[in-house]
């Protein structure tokens, strides 16, 4: 079965340094998002991204955001300049065209994530 | 702003026995999807239900089943007999935006524990 997968699974950083976060969406998708849970709190929405460019960001996706699909199959999350409370779980998710709705609601598929600690 | 509430910080359920974990939501879009994840300690999310605030029946899926009270604005999640591996973090999410291109947001999640 298709899957979204992730790399790396676990990335530690200097506060300060540029991280990116990897990540191959299902095939077919053409719609990606990210998303970030900081332990132990609730899952939050980053960036929406379609026909490449941004759809929607939220508040948390300032300018040491960015997100890059560099070819026709990463998609990628850069993080400039990294700050002690970017360390969280990082999940991207892809979601096939279509409008939401039908039995399973056209869900998004998430990847593993990746955990990046920021020391 | 539209709003996910999930009030069972955690919960500790028998095997076998059926669990429903609550989950409320907040907003004044008439349409609206919710979906119920589960997050094992590994960490995936894994989709487990969905239920559209124009479907007429409650959605069910294996074990699953969404108990939506539109009214009351809950779309509650219950699991019949439950299992050791139904153990996991529950996050009930709400999409918004356009049918076309929506996000999700997400409730604090409820911890399950399945006791032997």
């Known amino acids: 079965e298709p899957e979204v997968t992730q790399t790396p699974s676990h990335q530690v950083t200097q506060m300060g340094q540029e991280v990116i976060l990897r990540c191959v969406p299902i095939s077919n998708h053409l719609y990606f998002y990210w998303y970030r849970q900081i332990l132990g709190q609730k899952v939050e929405f980053l960036v929406s991204f379609y026909n490449n460019e941004i759809s929607e960001k939220s508040e948390i996706f300032d300018d040491q955001f960015s997100v890059e699909r560099p070819d026709g199959s990463n998609f990628t999350l850069k993080i400039r300049s990294t700050k002690l409370e970017d360390s969280a779980m990082y999940f991207c998710a892809s979601r096939e065209p279509g409008l939401a709705g039908g039995l399973r609601g056209n869900e998004q598929f998430f990847g593993p994530g990746t955990r990046l600690t920021v020391l | 702003a539209q709003k996910i509430t999930q009030t069972q910080p955690g919960m500790f359920v028998q095997e076998k026995e059926a669990v429903t974990l609550d989950c409320t939501y907040d907003?004044?879009?008439?349409?609206?999807?919710l979906f119920w994840y589960k997050q094992p300690s590994s960490g995936e999310m894994i989709f487990l239900i969905y239920q559209g605030s124009y479907d007429q029946q409650n959605a069910t899926e294996g074990r699953y089943s969404l108990n939506f009270q539109k009214a009351r604005k809950s779309a509650n999640l219950v699991i019949s007999a439950s299992q050791l591996g139904d153990s996991a973090m529950y996050f009930c999410?709400?999409?918004?935006?356009?049918?076309?291109?929506?996000?999700?947001?997400w409730g604090a999640g409820t911890k399950l524990i399945i006791k032997p």
């Open positions: 907003t004044s879009d008439p349409s609206y999807g």
């Open positions: 999410a709400m999409r918004e935006g356009p049918d076309s291109n929506y996000q999700l947001i």
